[in-house]
């Protein structure tokens, strides 16, 4: 026997050869895709904040911003029903057991300055049936999506109703790359390919979606070109949200909620010296924070930076006993009460420990941003 290679050996080592050869060739032209796709993606992104930052402006506070989940419960498609106020009911199903200062139970609402010093105006709500499967599914898809939250969970919650439905056989583009985009997609059932293409080379498959995937989501913030073609793999069911719509919600919530904000802060005791305009003012540099039931909003002993009113819902104030070491109930408060507004003047820690007894909404300033505008008003 020789101890040379076979002629087929070899023939079948050339093919695997040029098998590597070609899976290489393919790697690289994917790599340079993805790269052009993250360029674009990147550029995208830029534009979007800058727009954003115009059109919703958003709080310099330096506290941390993490959200809560509502849940949403379950409906047909249908044709558009119209109601004439924005909702305020939670889907929320919450576990209510007490952790100490937890921030995954709070939620923080971005406000704009800029929105919020035109005048509520009458607000049709655009309601499409649907599942309450519909909604879970939809309410879960934007909650992962940075873009929702930010909002507060009566925004969330006219937009999950907001959306459309969209149904595709197989082999339809839904949005292609370089189009101009005016919806953001929520894939209820189905799988879609998302391809992407540099230059005039065909385009190669970046991945998949499947149901519970949202995509073009930039789409209500600007007209900024789609960064890929996004084409049905099977018959889909897609949810459609579009930006008029988008934008319509998100204005009117931050209208209302300036508008109250001012309602709540012209009853604030420290406040009252200030103008109308000085209050206006305050009212937009507010953060809107939503609260979990049994959070810790701030414990005694703690610095003081921040001033609250609540909007809804109600806390529970309680101080330490120095002699048994025990926090001892002192009251309640509840929507329209007030409190830490000694921060605003001084620093100084907290006198007492304030936790949310129910799911509670605040208006919360802090002292840097008051200073900024207002001065001391000692």
């Known amino acids: 026997m020789g101890a040379g290679a076979s002629t087929q050996e070899v023939a079948d080592l050339r093919l695997a050869l040029e098998e590597k050869e070609a899976e290489i060739m393919r790697l690289q032209a994917l790599t340079k895709s993805l790269e052009a796709f993250k360029a674009s993606a990147e550029e995208a992104a830029a534009k979007a904040t800058h727009d954003l930052t115009k059109s919703h402006e958003i709080s310099k506070a330096t506290r941390p911003s993490v959200v809560g989940r509502p849940s949403l419960s379950k409906g047909g498609p249908g044709h558009p029903l119209i109601s004439q106020s924005p909702s305020t009911t939670s889907f929320a199903t919450r576990a209510h057991e007490r952790k100490s200062v937890d921030p995954a139970k709070k939620r923080r609402v971005e406000v704009s300055a800029e929105v919020m010093q035109k005048a509520p105006t009458k607000y049709k709500k655009v309601v499409y049936p649907k599942s309450d499967g519909s909604k879970e599914l939809i309410l879960k898809a934007i909650q ?13 919650s006219d937009c999950v109703d ?3 439905c ?8 839904i949005i292609t790359q370089g189009d101009q985009g005016e919806n953001f997609y929520v894939v209820q059932s189905g799988t879609l390919d998302i391809l992407v293409s540099v230059k005039t080379n065909p385009p190669i498959k970046f991945g998949a979606l499947t149901s519970g995937m949202g995509f073009g989501e930039l789409a209500l913030l600007c007209n900024t070109p789609r960064a890929a073609t996004i084409k049905s793999k099977s018959s889909v069911v897609l949810w459609a949200l579009d930006r008029n719509d988008f934008r319509e919600i998100c204005t009117t919530h931050e209208a209302m909620r300036h508008a109250k904000a001012v309602e709540f802060l012209r009853q604030v005791e420290v406040l009252k010296k200030l103008s109308s305009a000085e209050i206006i003012r305050v009212a937009a540099a507010m953060q809107w924070e939503e609260y979990e039931s049994n959070t810790v909003i701030f414990r005694e002993g703690e610095m003081g930076e921040h001033f609250y009113v609540i909007t809804s819902g109600e806390v529970q104030v309680t101080k330490l006993n120095a002699a048994t070491e025990v926090d001892e109930f002192v009251r309640v408060m509840s929507s329209g ?30 002292r840097d941003h008051f200073s900024a505008m207002l001065g001391s008003l000692q």
Request: glycine content about 8%; aromatic content about 6%; overall charge negative.
């Open 144 to 156: 992962s999506n940075i873009l929702f939250q930010g909002l507060s969970q009566g925004e969330q």
């Open 162 to 164: 907001a959306f459309q």
């Open 166 to 173: 969209r149904e595709h056989e197989a082999g339809v583009e």
């Open 337 to 366: 009460d007030h409190f830490g507004e000694l921060a605003l003047l001084k620093d100084d820690t907290r006198s007492a420990t304030c936790v949310s007894t129910t799911d509670v909404q605040l208006l919360v300033l802090s």
